[in-house]
């Protein structure tokens, strides 16, 4: 059977505060930032679901049915539109505590839940945050990128290139050393948009800086 034309590009997008684009005062994010620069044939829109200070526990139990009222038949869209998800991951798994293990297994299930659905998943990983987090989300962002690499599964690294970087630092010092502000979203922004978000979406791939 002869696969439609790609009609429309619909993108959801689960995560916390970080994937709403809290703190940042062009209220744009890095969400706002990556589709604004997606130049395509046919139209983006992306939804963002966010709750914030979310653990992949709360985030593995309501992503489905919110997810599914965006990209499920009930959308009342037509066969061409492609429908994707962005699984945003925080830094919240860290302060409540949860085992690497309890991680690793709820995003692993997110991941087979939305194979079993045919859902294309582009996974982004946990920011540096506080200094006081900085080893366990070493630690946790190097896990998600093997659960996503068992998978086959895009993922996204922001922790090894903003751990020491200092646009990053400084802005995260500015708003107590949790939030991003204006330049950390950009930061992000760059960062998925030049680690194959272009070849996730079957777009040319990423031009260079």
């Given at each position: 059977?002869?696969?439609?034309?790609?009609?429309?590009?619909?993108?959801?997008?689960?995560g916390?505060?970080?994937?709403?684009?809290?703190?940042?005062?062009?209220a744009?994010?890095?969400?706002?930032?990556?589709?604004?620069?997606?130049?395509?044939?046919?139209p983006?829109?992306?939804?963002?679901?966010?709750v914030?200070?979310?653990t992949?526990?709360?985030?593995?139990?309501?992503?489905?049915?919110?997810?599914?009222?965006?990209?499920?038949?009930?959308?009342?869209?037509?066969?061409?539109?492609d429908?994707?998800?962005?699984?945003?991951?925080g830094?919240?798994?860290?302060?409540?505590?949860?085992?690497?293990?309890?991680?690793?297994?709820?995003?692993?299930?997110?991941l087979?839940?939305?194979?079993?659905?045919?859902?294309?998943?582009?996974?982004?990983?946990?920011?540096?945050?506080?200094?006081?987090q900085?080893?366990?989300?070493?630690?946790?962002?190097?896990?998600?990128?093997?659960?996503?690499?068992?998978?086959?599964?895009?993922?996204?690294?922001?922790f090894?290139?903003?751990?020491?970087?200092?646009?990053?630092?400084?802005?995260?010092?500015?708003?107590?050393?949790?939030?991003?502000?204006?330049?950390?979203y950009?930061?992000?922004?760059?960062?998925?948009l030049?680690?194959?978000?272009?070849?996730?979406?079957?777009?040319?791939?990423?031009?260079?800086?």
């Amino acid at each position: 059977m002869t696969e439609p034309e790609t009609t429309a590009l619909r993108i959801c997008v689960v995560g916390d505060e970080l994937a709403a684009g809290a703190g940042d005062p062009k209220a744009l994010g890095w969400v706002g930032r990556v589709v604004a620069r997606t130049e395509s044939a046919v139209p983006v829109s992306a939804y963002t679901l966010a709750v914030p200070g979310e653990t992949t526990t709360s985030l593995g139990a309501r992503w489905e049915a919110e997810a599914q009222r965006r990209l499920g038949p009930e959308a009342g869209d037509g066969p061409g539109v492609d429908r994707r998800l962005v699984v945003a991951l925080g830094r919240a798994d860290v302060d409540a505590g949860l085992s690497l293990a309890r991680s690793r297994l709820n995003l692993a299930n997110v991941l087979d839940t939305a194979a079993e659905k045919k859902l294309s998943v582009l996974v982004v990983g946990p920011p540096p945050g506080a200094p006081v987090q900085r080893g366990r989300l070493a630690e946790l962002s190097a896990a998600y990128a093997d659960v996503a690499g068992r998978r086959r599964t895009p993922y996204v690294d922001l922790f090894t290139p903003l751990e020491h970087h200092e646009q990053w630092l400084s802005d995260l010092s500015a708003s107590g050393g949790t939030l991003p502000g204006q330049a950390g979203y950009g930061l992000i922004a760059w960062l998925v948009l030049h680690t194959g978000w272009r070849r996730w979406l079957g777009l040319p791939e990423d031009s260079p800086a």
